[in-house]
Structure formats: C-alpha cells, structure tokens
C-alpha cells in the first residue's frame, strides 16, 4: 500500500518571503499522480497543484511550484512571494494511475502553514 | 470553485440520536467520496462511491453508512450517534476517466456529539 509522509506538522514565513512544504511517499508502482491541496481555516479545500510521475518537468501553478524527485520519492511544494492568504493546511496527496476503481487518493498528515506579516 | 454541497456546516447533537449528512453535487460526478478529518489532521476515507447503486467501505472503519440513490446525491448516515463520532466529515467528488481528474471539496460538517 502506498504512504504519504509529511514530516513538518507546522511551518511559518514572512509575507514575500519564499518557503518549502516537504513530502514524501512511498510506492512500488513507476506511474502515478501527485497532489497538493490547501484547506484555510474553515473553509474548502482546493487543489493547488498536480504532476504526474512520468513527466520529468517540474509543475508550476504561478507562485506556487513543485521538486518532484522521482527516485528519491520527494514532493516539495515551494510558495514564492508568500501572501496572507496562502495561510492554510497543506495536504499532499498521492494516487494511482489505474483507471478504473475509485481512485482514491492517500494523503500525508498535512503541514500548517503561518504567514507573518 | 466546485459544485459540491455539505448541509449542515455544524451540528451539536446528544448522543442515541440518528444522523444523517448531506452531500450533492452538480457537476454530474460518477465518484464520490467521504472523509472524515480530525480537527488539523490528515484525512482518512471512510466511503466512496463509483455511481449509483455503488458503494465501498474506505480505509477507516467506521459505523456509518452510506447510499447513493441519485449521481449527484451521496448521504452519510449515523444510526445511533456517540461522542467518539465527534469530528469533520469533508464530501468530495470526481469525475472523468482520468486519474488525473482532481477531487473537488465540500466545505464539510463539523460534527459535534455531546
């Protein structure tokens, strides 16, 4: 069964400064998709990246960019020019590329992110 | 944002009392999904669905269960609540063939048993 890990429970940053959210997974299968979600207080969670394993380029979404190591097993995701409203938990999420099933997703523990103004 | 619908955001409810949570979507989802969270950590599945007349038991045990009558309707239902139910319970959906296909996130019900 795959684990997702993410080993910073909290992280915080200055606005404008620049952070990394580590995750890690673990897998036997060679193709697959990776996630991260943002859930604010009391709000939505939302997808804010994606990468799928086979695509050696980094995803990038505007401020936000993924290091996806593949034979490392490694899934950072970096916010540049943090802003107030990137406060949130932080959840990485892995899942198969099997197509049929549910496609459930595995998530990590989730970093807390602060913004400091 | 997503389509997807949780009613009620927060319920505080005794213990013994039959339950049920609301959750629809709109965008003609085929999957379905039910995690419950604990307040700021990780979120375990608890059931999902691949479509009507379908549904799975997901990685966590729990004593709910679940119904999916209609595609954009997918309730949650306690029979007899206790406090150890106390907890977030977050509804999501996915569509498309692809596991690309991102799920997209309820607001969630804050579950509160006294």
């Known amino acids: 069964a795959q684990t997702v890990t993410q080993s910073q429970p909290e992280m915080s940053v200055q606005e404008a400064e620049t952070v990394t959210l580590s995750c890690t997974y673990d897998t036997s299968e060679s193709d697959y998709y990776l996630f991260w979600y943002k859930q604010p207080p009391s709000r939505q969670m939302i997808l804010v990246i994606r990468?799928?394993?086979?695509?050696?380029q980094n995803a990038t979404e505007n401020r936000f960019s993924v290091n996806f190591q593949k034979a490392a097993k490694s899934f950072s995701l970096k916010i540049s020019d943090s802003q107030l409203g990137d406060a949130a938990m932080y959840f990485c999420?892995?899942?198969?590329?099997?197509?049929?099933?549910?496609?459930?997703?595995?998530f990590g523990q989730g970093t807390r992110l602060t913004i400091n103004p | 944002e997503a389509d997807i619908y949780q009613t009620p955001r927060y319920l505080v409810i005794g213990t013994g009392k039959k339950i049920t949570l609301e959750c629809s979507q709109t965008?003609?989802?085929?999957?379905m999904y039910w995690y419950q969270q604990d307040p700021g950590m990780e979120l375990h599945l608890i059931h999902y669905s691949y479509g009507v007349n379908s549904t799975e038991k997901g990685d966590l045990s729990s004593e709910s269960t679940v119904s999916r009558i209609r595609t954009e309707h997918f309730p949650l239902t306690l029979e007899s609540a206790r406090p150890s139910h106390t907890s977030q319970y977050l509804c999501?959906?996915?569509?498309?063939?692809?596991?690309?296909?991102?799920?997209?996130f309820g607001d969630g019900t804050r579950l509160s048993i006294l």
């Open positions: 999420a892995y899942r198969s590329t099997y197509r049929g099933g549910a496609q459930k997703l595995v």
């Open positions: 990468q799928e394993a086979y695509k050696q």
């Open positions: 999501a959906s996915s569509g498309g063939t692809g596991p690309n296909q991102p799920q997209h």
């Open positions: 965008m003609g989802h085929d999957k």
